[in-house]
């Protein structure tokens, strides 16, 4: 059992800071300022499945997919980075007239006033995928497991999941004490993040590109 704990603890650490709560958090009150809490909830448990399923699914046969589609980590880096950066300026750009979701303000108070018990077409990207699994959380799983095994990354992967349930169910509670103002002001420093780890992704990926050609 300690030899278990001390492993699960070397797992959940570094996926923990590939995850980085503290830096997504922002983003996704940014993201969800104008949803009620129910909406909100059912965005948080759909992106969390989201990104649960694909970390497993990374787990048990990430470098099969890789090999059979012929991508790499680089290639996801890329790709994931200019879906990003696409929303992040779009966002900056259009906040005012158009719902950070792809929605007009029409839209947005249409979602708003959507009635709990009724289903809602709720985006998980980019939340789920690629902000809470992305390609440096698909890296560490991918070096977890090969270190680990499968038992522990596991585990890690569900300790992981499970504190950002937390951390976003509370998070926008917190946020809201602050007020609205406070409320919009970090919705777009969040989105001026998102557009930096965008390209930070973009750079990543065709560096690694270079380097392995």
Not at 80 to 96: E, R, S
Not at 152 to 178: D, K, Q
């Amino acid at each position: 059992m300690p030899d278990f704990a001390t492993a699960l603890i070397a797992a959940f650490l570094p996926l923990f800071v590939a995850i980085n709560i503290p830096g997504i958090l922002p983003l996704y009150i940014g993201m969800t300022e104008t949803f009620s809490s129910n909406n909100r909830r059912q965005l948080l448990i759909r992106a969390l499945l989201a990104a649960a399923v694909l970390a497993v699914l990374m787990l048990f046969a990430g470098q099969v997919i890789f090999d059979t589609l012929g991508i790499t980590l680089n290639d996801l880096r890329v790709g994931g980075g200019i879906i990003l950066l696409v929303i992040a300026v779009t966002d900056l750009a259009f906040g005012d007239t158009k719902d950070r979701r792809g929605g007009s303000k029409k839209d947005r108070a249409k979602l708003q006033d959507h009635a709990p018990d009724e289903p809602v077409d709720l985006p998980v990207v980019p939340l789920g995928i690629p902000l809470i699994i992305g390609p440096g959380a698909i890296t560490t799983i991918l070096i977890s497991e090969g270190q680990f095994g499968w038992i522990v990354t596991l585990a890690s992967i569900v300790a992981n999941m499970a504190l950002v349930f937390v951390a976003f169910t509370f998070g926008p509670s917190l946020l809201r004490l602050a007020g609205r103002g406070t409320s919009k002001a970090i919705a777009k420093v969040a989105s001026l993040f998102l557009a930096a780890i965008s390209v930070a992704m973009i750079r990543a990926g065709v560096l690694g590109m270079i380097a392995g050609a």
